[in-house]
């Protein structure tokens, strides 16, 4: 998965303008980070969409134009990835006991039978 950088330029006057747009990119998919600075916003995340991110922020604020996209690059990820595989090598699985008395299986119920007194093959259909 590659991490996307995306800058764009929004029209955000007070606080609670600069909240709204925030809200909105953190709900896309992908996000993982959001950061502004005066009218500029920074969008950090996994396959963003871009046009769509900028499309929602129009419609919301008014108005929203994308500056840049660019990826970021990974030497964070790696070293993640080595401390992850430390820590999973220290979990050890838990090993159930059996019991040979009990079944596990689902209990099934004997079957009912019901004749039809009704329907009765000897006699005549048209009589």
Known sequence: MAKQKVVLKLCMEDAKKRSKAMQCAVG???VLSVSHEGDKMTVVGEEIDSVALT???RKKM?????ELVTAVEEKKEEKKVKVETEVKSNIQPVILPYYYGQSVGAITQPPYYYVDHSYDQNSCSIM
């Open 55 to 57: 499309t929602l922020l």
């Open 62 to 66: 008014g108005c929203a134009k994308l």
């Open 28 to 30: 896309m998919h992908g």
